[in-house]
């Protein structure tokens, strides 16, 4: 099929492009490349693409495509938190335009990233993706939102797919240092301690970002008729881990570290686990390929081979609202983090 993927500089779509290119379709993306420029090393797989806010695509940005794979977003709770208001222009009412803009184009598949965040508060129970939202962010909110809307553009002839990403982690050209996984190993590398922001005893699913572009790569290719209008949670149910399990894997896999707590730490409304078994059942092309022990012994030998530092993981390149303040801070950015005229 040919492609267009949204958010492609991105964590996930950086990953993502390149699974795609092997799998045989012909790939291009689209992006506002805030974080072109920040790599883990020099290597990346490039495709062909166009820079452009989400905010301004039209049905034109679509044509000739068989596929929207929708990644382009203000990513996690933190960024969201920076501006409420931007987050849903962006997350919400954004995606929801690209969908219609999409549709008129002619383009039949939609898979949409969304994210478990939308369970919010979900409690000690698996959740499967029949469950109420419970968001407790602009964020997670936003999901919920663009998910319903979009929802109402699906017909035979527009086939929208939501994949409910569990938490990412894992190594990407693109690092992020901003989810948990990923920031436990770096401040364990870097500084001996094993740093955690809350109390540790909430839920979390946890996915590897390659696996969540397996599961891209294997609903972009399912049955129509399967996947027409109908969310999965991505991930596995039985990567879901209390964040103190986490931190003790971690001090495990990085030796002589120790489990502590950041000043002020406390605890965390975000409280979830998920069932995954939909995606498991029906989608037998997804296979994924990693559990958080071997995606943490993979970020162990990434940050060990890049040389980096405590001040280099704190800064812009890997912490996404940082790289926000500093385009804005630079004039670079308006107030609105469109491009400064």
Request: charged fraction near 25%.
């Amino acid at each position: 099929m040919r492609v267009l993927v949204t958010g492609h500089h991105g964590y996930i779509g950086s990953v993502l492009t390149p699974l795609l290119k092997e799998a045989g379709h012909d790939v291009v993306g689209l992006d506002t490349d805030f974080f072109a420029s920040c790599l883990l090393g020099s290597e990346v797989d490039e495709v062909p693409s166009v820079e452009v806010d989400i905010r301004d695509v039209t049905p034109a940005h679509c044509e000739g495509f068989d596929a929207v794979l929708h990644l382009a977003a203000l990513s996690n709770d933190p960024l969201g938190n920076l501006s409420p208001q931007i987050t849903y222009d962006i997350n919400q009412h954004a995606s929801v335009r690209l969908a219609a803009a999409a549709k008129a184009a002619g383009v039949r598949r939609f898979l949409f990233s969304s994210s478990c965040s939308l369970y919010g508060a979900g409690g000690d129970a698996p959740v499967t993706e029949d469950a109420g939202f419970y968001p407790v962010t602009p964020y997670g909110e936003s999901k919920v939102l663009a998910e319903q809307e979009i929802s109402k553009l699906a017909d035979a002839d527009f086939v929208p797919t939501y994949l409910r990403n569990a938490t990412a982690y894992g190594v990407s050209p693109r690092l992020r240092g901003d989810i948990v996984v990923n920031n436990l190993v770096a401040h364990a590398v870097t500084t001996g301690k094993v740093l955690l922001q809350s109390d540790g005893t909430p839920w979390r699913p946890l996915v590897h970002c390659e696996d969540i572009a397996r599961a891209f790569v294997a609903l972009l290719e399912a049955d129509e008729d399967l996947i027409r209008d109908r969310a999965y949670n991505v991930g596995l149910t039985s990567e879901n881990y209390r964040i103190r399990e986490v931190a003790e894997l971690v001090g495990a896999a990085v030796e002589g570290s120790v489990v502590s707590f950041a000043e002020g730490a406390s605890s965390d409304k975000r409280d979830y686990r998920v069932d995954c078994e939909r995606i498991k059942n029906e989608i037998p092309g997804f296979q994924p390929r990693w559990t958080v022990p071997t995606g943490i012994a993979q970020l162990v030998a990434a940050y060990r081979e890049h040389g980096l530092t405590a001040e280099e993981f704190a800064g812009v390149k890997y912490q996404r609202i940082a790289r926000i303040r500093e385009l804005l801070d630079s004039g670079l950015l308006g107030p609105d983090l469109r491009p400064a005229s």
